[in-house]
């Protein structure tokens, strides 16, 4: 759906996000030849979505798009706590990450506003990372 790639957008082509990302996957390229090389990898990450069409869209119609997959999203939880019951299944464990990835975007962006701003999906990534990722106990 578009939500993944209005992510990968969002993290790959904005370049106030891409500055954060680039140090965080990259980093550890040596810097003389870590320019070269991450323009190259942008370029095709660019080029792909492109291809598929999401960075063709302007940001607003990109997020008319985007809402319309948080609004199936929000009628297929209705009133449970994950997608198909009370108990997370592998649905939730490929949709709560991308749901936290744009909650977590470094810079402020319609994207990542439209996420913040719905309780009831922020709900839903705060019961996934409980269920499905609990910080080990000591």
Known sequence: GSIGLAQAHDRWLRDDNWEVF???FFGDIPALI???????IRKGVRNGLMAQGIARFSESDRLLR??????AIQTTLGDKPFLFGDA??????ATVPVFD???TLPNDSGLRRLMRENDTL???????RRAMYPREQI
């Open 22 to 24: 680039r140090e965080l």
């Open 34 to 40: 870590r320019g070269p090389i991450t323009k190259r």
């Open 66 to 71: 985007v809402g319309a997959d948080f609004n």
């Open 88 to 93: 997370p299944t592998l649905a939730d464990a």
């Open 101 to 103: 990835m744009i909650s």
């Open 122 to 128: 922020m709900g839903y990534v705060d019961r996934g």
